[in-house]
């Protein structure tokens, strides 16, 4: 009678094991092995060629200023990775809408367009130095918003030179700017004009550019309004390259000659495609007694420009699923039919001793 027993218990225990270790299996997750990384090799260090010793990396360039062409300083620092002493020199390339006006001792480069060779100092076994350059815009029209490419490589006296690194120039943001002006009265045949501008964007800007436009018998006297030949004939420019920070207000006086009896006088800030907001122009008249009120009104089309093209957004790289290390339902189950195995086992077994 134990005997029958006992191999009832003992059939369904091994059922219960075979259920759980299945169970295991399932619920363990599965780790696939990674492939090792094949390395990248530098074009400059593959077999045969010894490694560079003259690196160089260049900083973030910000333009900024005349609002035309804009322009900024450049940081290129060359470092001596060698363990002796050597010229370390560095090549230069520019997008198309940069040019290069200064510093860094460069000059053209093997023939290759907006290309150029600098530096050459002697650098020490480890040592390094930084130079300092200008970049300019040098666009056609000016571009707002938009940022473009440039690279530097190390290079040393023999010519060898390292792969090269890629930096950023970033052109000025478009943002708002709001213009405020009034006359005086027409006194010996002069009269002064008021201007306040203040910066209403969210960050400081590096300079603008004041149009006035002005009829017969009208001319700027002060400060300096050049004749840049945007105008067509019927003005000047004001430029006013100066640092203006969010919420501050550039206040100053332009002198104007005139004589004729009353005029009108326009005044409005430049480019146009900069700013996005409507108070940017204001329309004066000049009598011979009293103050000529302000008008606002829309900014005319001195300068039209295409709107600058942004680079395209990159799109945000999609979530990883990870992978499933829960009990499934496949284990579940088994679990199930083991129990009702072991019960039914255990039911006919007391069936069994009852009847004997």
Known sequence: MNRPLRSGILGAAVLALSALAALSALAAPTVAGAAPAKPTVSPSTTAGSAAPTILARADI???????????????????????????????????QNADLTAGGGCRAGGGATRTWVCGGAELPAGGDRTYRLTVTS???????????????????ATGRADRPTDFRINWPDPTTLRLRAAAGPVVDGAATIRVLVTNTGTFDIGGYSLNVATPDGVR????????????????????????????????????????????????????????????????????????????????PPADPTPPATT?????????????????????????????????GGLLLLRRRLQRD
């Open 61 to 95: 360039a910000f333009l900024s200023g005349d609002p035309w062409h804009p322009s900024g300083p450049l940081e290129v620092k060359v470092v001596n990775h060698g363990e002796a002493a050597a010229k370390g020199f560095f090549v230069l390339r520019l997008p």
């Open 138 to 156: 040098s666009a056609a029209q000016p571009v707002f918003g938009v940022a473009e490419w440039g690279s530097v490589a190390g290079q040393d």
């Open 220 to 299: 700027v006297t002060a400060p300096g309004c050049s004749d840049s030949g945007r105008m067509n004939g019927v003005g000047c420019e004001i430029l006013r390259e100066r640092r203006l920070a969010d919420g501050a207000t550039d206040s100053f006086d332009v002198r104007v000659a005139a004589t004729g009896g009353t005029k009108s006088v326009r005044l409005w800030l430049a480019p146009t495609n900069r700013y996005t907001n409507q108070d940017t122009s204001v329309t004066l008249r000049l009598t011979g007694g009293g103050s000529g009120g302000g008008e606002a009104t829309t900014a």
């Open 311 to 343: 680079a395209p957004a990159t799109p945000a790289p999609e979530a990883t699923e990870l992978p499933r290390t829960g009990t499934t339902t496949v284990a579940y189950g088994l679990i199930g039919v083991s129990l009702l195995t072991l019960g």
